[in-house]
């Protein structure tokens, strides 16, 4: 099964996804966010993924604020169109993965074109590991 994470931006979105196996966590591509949902379900749809994992951007003492709002928001309109959304919080991924690319040494126009679409691999990557922890430590009585 694919899955596929967002990274949602106020100006773009980054779009990841897992190989076949759902194991294995890509970049896909980097959308506007004006009908970034219409561009998600296609890309979902031609991949065969179902579930959406939808960065949460949480303010650094673990509230919601208007980013959050908006990337729900996201998360709402993917879920009008079939697919099933799941949110998990995505502090720092930009960051992140702005180190990954600078360490690496993407240019700074390249940097720029991608950044987002590795921040939702790097959201992504952080899901596929709670999960495969869950299942590798399943909650006593179960």
Do not use: F, W
């Not at 099964?1 to 196996?21: E, F, N």
């Not at 502090?91 to 992140?96: D, N, S, V």
């Not at 991608?114 to 299942?135: K, P, S």
């Amino acid at each position: 099964m694919r899955i596929l994470a967002i990274d949602p931006g106020d100006v773009r979105v980054g779009i990841a996804a897992t190989d076949s196996g759902g194991m294995i966590a890509t970049p896909l591509e980097v959308t506007e966010r004006k009908g970034a949902a219409d561009t998600i379900a296609a890309r979902a749809q031609e991949l065969g993924a179902t579930l959406c994992v939808v960065g949460l951007p949480l303010n650094m003492n673990g509230t919601e604020g208007p980013a959050a709002e908006k990337a729900r928001e996201l998360g709402e309109e993917l879920a009008e169109r079939g697919l099933e959304v799941e949110y998990l919080d995505e502090r720092m991924t930009t960051m992140a993965a702005e180190r990954s690319l600078i360490e690496t040494g993407h240019s700074r126009r390249r940097r720029r074109e991608i950044t987002d679409a590795v921040a939702a691999t790097i959201l992504l990557e952080a899901y596929l590991e709670r999960r495969r922890h869950q299942t590798d430590h399943p909650p006593s009585g179960a």
